[in-house]
């Protein structure tokens, strides 16, 4: 399948393990200092290539340093990135993650070059052979969401492909409304508890699914972490649970979730299906250091929804 992902790519510089910040010294060892791929759209895309699938990124890098090496990275697993804009004007969006030993994470950002997507640079023809888009970056599009989003998904749904979406965290300076107005165009939402919770105004994932569909949305997904997701589907409503793991690193899980499941229902999964197949990639992420370093593998995804092993 053909999967035209938008959204952010980061460069990760990722610390592990580091201890509470009361307990921090001037300079301290730790066992490991890693540079990768980050971002939301870029940890789908590198995931839906290693499930088979052909992911194109649509996304703007600075023409610096990280950029190129982010570049070429992307390239190296696979990811197609002719639609990827580097701006010379514009400095590549960087993150250092602060990892526990029990795999939860800070992570501290730089805006980069991602947040300067435009419709300019979506010209329709991208969307020529597709199956399906990702907006893996809601929230973190500001442009776009602006002025063009809108369009370029209409366009999509107009030649039937299903479109996808996931949420960013929100700011304290979103504008609810404006992206509370654009749900009705995603057919599939996976936004995690919190953010959801926070952008919906509600208190309980049931209740942000609820409002998601009152919204517009076709299927909502609310990713849960350890507890798994709650889907609100037409034909399904319910808990899917995750398995249990001993964390390594829990960035990038919900990417990893999220590229699941829409692999799973662009090859004809339900809903409740897609999104067990989507929680146990999530917890096969969670066992691997990195967002994306690893390469995640159908069998393995297998193991864990048939004995969890």
């Given amino acids: 399948m053909n999967v035209l992902v938008i959204g952010a790519v980061v460069l990760d510089i990722a610390a592990s393990p580091v201890g509470a910040a009361a307990s921090w010294r001037e300079k301290q060892w730790i066992n ?4 990768g791929i980050g971002g939301d759209a870029a940890n789908q895309c590198v995931h839906l290539a290693s499930l088979g699938h052909h992911a194109r990124l649509a996304a703007c890098l600075g023409d610096d340093e990280n950029g190129r090496t982010l570049l070429g990275a992307l390239e190296a697993r696979g990811v197609d990135t002719g639609a990827v804009v580097l701006d010379p004007d514009k400095k590549t969006g960087t993150s250092v993650i602060l990892i526990s030993e029990d795999g939860e994470r800070h992570i501290f950002s730089v805006p980069g070059a991602h947040r300067q997507l435009s419709e300019k640079q979506l010209p329709e023809s991208l969307l020529d052979g597709c199956d399906a888009v990702s907006v893996a970056s809601l929230l973190n599009l500001p442009v776009l969401e602006e002025s063009g989003m809108r369009r370029f998904l209409g366009k999509a749904r107009e030649r039937g492909m299903p479109v996808f979406g996931d949420l960013c965290a929100c700011s304290e ?4 409304e404006q992206t509370l107005g654009l749900l009705d165009l995603f057919d ?3 936004p995690s508890s919190y953010d959801v919770m926070n952008l919906t105004g509600t208190r309980t ?3 942000a699914a609820r409002a998601l569909r009152g919204r517009g949305v076709g299927t909502a997904v609310i990713k849960c972490g350890e507890r798994g997701a709650y889907v609100l589907a037409e034909d399904f409503a319910g808990r899917i649970p995750a398995r ?4 390594v690193d ?9 590229a699941a499941y829409l692999s799973a229902v662009l090859e004809g999964a339900a809903a409740r ?3 067990a197949f989507g929680c146990a990639a999530g917890t096969v ?4 250091p990195g967002a994306s370093d690893f390469v995640l593998r159908r069998e393995e995804i297998r193991n864990y929804i048939e004995d969890g092993s």
């Fill in 285 to 288: 992420c969670a066992g691997y």
């Fill in 250 to 258: 829990t960035t990038g899980c919900g990417d990893c979730m999220s």
């Fill in 205 to 207: 994932e049931e209740e």
């Fill in 188 to 190: 599939h939402f996976l």
């Fill in 244 to 247: 249990a793991v001993r964390a």
């Fill in 173 to 176: 300076d979103m504008d609810r």
């Fill in 273 to 275: 299906e897609a999104a």
């Fill in 32 to 35: 490991d200092v890693k540079i």
